[in-house]
């Protein structure tokens, strides 16, 4: 090989995603293809701080890809946040000889692996990693096929009970300030309300309304799909039923989404763009972000992907409007 690199690492941070032990394998694996040594980094940045990095080999990542969460654990650093944090952390890499780094995470981890890269001069490569969706470079983020299609099935089970009742249901679904995974599944549980964070305007007279409404029609039920960055979903309930009479119940579905085994779209993905980021590190780049944009997977510089913006899909939401009232 003519590039310099001989040995990199791999540190998965922030929220845990299904098919994050996926991208790892590939990084692996991929990095053992082109004769590159590669360590793994336990608990993210805080880890790397405190040193905790271990040889990765074939047997390492052997019967992971079929499991949710991430076998290198992440957890938060505040250390890291700081300027001599990510100092510190670099000469931790060099002195271990690595001289790339992939991290799988968010925009938050991407901004701390440039950090790794201008600071102390590391390689570094992001791979999008979270359930949210929220990352605007790219139209896929590991983990949210998973997270919505679990969601999803949730969903489904609430509404038979709901029927069966003759209730309201709030279902709250996660995404912090994005509401991919309400809209999403507002559309394939055929929801009668959505709630997003994109959107909504604090109009509850509105959806009180619309409730009313869809009861003085014959409706029995009524499912409403409440993003996280909204929440208050019990308060809701419990003004729902005062001002329509019918009976209403919160449901946090919270962290269940981030578990389970991953979808085969996020086992393929995560394994062609942890096979990327190597590809990247090998030919001496750095400051790159992967991506999967209009069907293809692409990398752009980690400046330029944080500068990028997205919002929720008109057309999708107004779909969702007209088949939730129709």
């Keep these: 090989m003519s590039n310099q690199i001989k040995k990199i690492a791999v540190l998965t941070s922030g929220g845990d995603a299904p098919g994050m032990n996926a991208a790892i394998r590939a990084v692996v694996r991929t990095a053992m293809y082109k004769g590159l040594e590669v360590k793994g980094v336990m608990r993210g940045y805080q880890g790397l701080l405190e040193g905790e990095i271990v040889d990765m080999d074939s047997k390492s990542v052997s019967d992971i890809i079929q499991k949710g969460g991430t076998v290198l654990y992440t957890a938060r650093s505040k250390e ?4 001599e944090g990510k100092a510190k952390a670099a000469e931790i890499l060099k002195k271990e000889g690595i001289e790339g780094l992939v991290v799988i995470g968010g925009d938050g981890s991407f901004k701390g692996a440039q950090g790794l890269s201008h600071i102390g001069g590391i390689n570094v490569v992001g791979i ?7 990352i605007s470079c790219t139209d896929y983020t590991i983990g949210f096929d998973t997270a919505v299609n679990t969601a999803m099935e949730a ?7 709901s029927t069966s009742h003759e209730r309201c249901s709030v279902i709250e679904v996660m995404g912090r300030s994005a509401g991919y995974i309400a809209l999403w599944c507002g559309i394939a549980n055929g929801a009668e309300d959505v709630l997003l964070p994109e959107k909504f305007d604090n109009d509850y007279d509105k959806l009180i309304a619309h409730i009313k409404d869809t009861k003085a029609k014959g ?14 979903s019990t308060s809701l309930a419990k003004r729902i ?3 329509t009479g019918m009976e209403t119940r919160a449901t946090i579905l919270g962290h269940m989404q981030r578990g389970g085994s991953p979808t085969c779209k996020d086992r393929v993905y995560a394994s062609i763009m942890g096979a990327y980021a190597v590809d990247l590190l090998a030919e001496g780049k750095t400051d790159r972000v992967v991506c999967h944009k209009d069907g293809k997977f692409v ?4 400046d330029e992907g944080l500068a990028m913006t997205k919002t929720i899909d008109e057309y999708m939401y107004e779909v969702s409007l007209h088949l939730g009232r129709s």
């Design 219 to 232: 409706k029995k039920h009524h499912i409403v799909i409440n993003a996280e960055g909204i929440g208050h």
């Design 128 to 134: 999008p990693g979270t359930i949210d969706l929220d």
């Design 241 to 243: 039923e005062e001002e």
């Design 155 to 161: 969903i489904d089970k609430i509404r038979d009970t």
């Design 299 to 302: 990398d752009y510089s980690i």
């Design 80 to 83: 890291f946040a700081t300027d």
